[in-house]
């Protein structure tokens, strides 16, 4: 299990993105199971509720509050993986981790601002911007893995392995490529978000 870990940061940043996206979406659709095992009800009592709602902000400010947020969870997880590395795991995994967490528990309990009238709704609103955001957040993380200026065998650190400069991990151009499609996939999927918000 362990080297199977290991491998990840050996392998290339495109297989390296599959395997973290997969593993995330296993979390978070297993989360979502579990939580509407626990939460059925709250499934059935939102009369005709819709998603869409008028919003008096107007699409403009939407989108900048949705993707001004979208960023920072995203950077999060960049400087979670740059700054530092116990042994196998990075603090911007264990972000990533939690959004996973969190994304399939607020789905699976219907606790969103405007709360879903039936599952298939909710997988439909997943379809159309939930999805392209969690893989913008894996490409984060798969590109900046390996990247990691102070890297240490155990955690707590007793002592770093490896220390990098910021100019010892620069970006390949398939790094580059991927990292930049996971920032339009955010300003995308932040996009379509506005408009679903605002525009009935």
């Not at 005709?48 to 900048?64: I, P, R, W």
């Not at 979208?70 to 939690?98: A, D, E, K, Q």
């Not at 398939?174 to 990292?179: D, I, T, V």
């Not at 499609?181 to 300003?187: A, K, M, P, S």
Request: aromatic share 14%; proline share 2%; charged share 10%.
């Amino acid at each position: 299990m362990q080297s199977g870990i290991n491998n990840i940061y050996e392998m290339g940043v495109l297989k390296r993105n599959v395997i973290i996206w997969a593993v995330f979406q296993i979390i978070l659709w297993a989360v979502f199971g579990i939580a509407y095992s626990f939460n059925v009800n709250s499934w059935g009592n939102v009369s005709g509720t819709e998603y869409v709602a008028a919003n008096s902000d107007g699409l403009l400010k939407t989108f900048f509050i949705i993707i001004i947020n979208n960023l920072i969870l995203f950077s999060f997880i960049v400087l979670g993986n740059v700054f530092v590395r116990f042994h196998l795991f990075t603090p911007g995994l264990l972000i990533l981790l939690l959004q996973g967490v969190m994304i399939g528990w607020v789905a699976g309990s219907n606790s969103f601002e405007f709360p879903f009238a039936s599952v298939s709704q909710a997988n439909i609103q997943y379809l159309k911007v939930g999805l392209w955001e969690t893989t913008a957040y894996a490409l984060a993380c798969a590109v900046t893995l390996t990247k990691s200026l102070n890297i240490a065998d155990t955690f707590p650190a007793k002592q770093w392995s490896k220390v990098r400069k910021i100019k010892e991990i620069s970006l390949s151009v398939a790094e580059k490529r991927l990292f930049s499609i996971g920032i339009l996939l955010l300003i995308i999927s932040a996009y379509v978000e506005a408009v679903l918000i605002t525009i009935v």
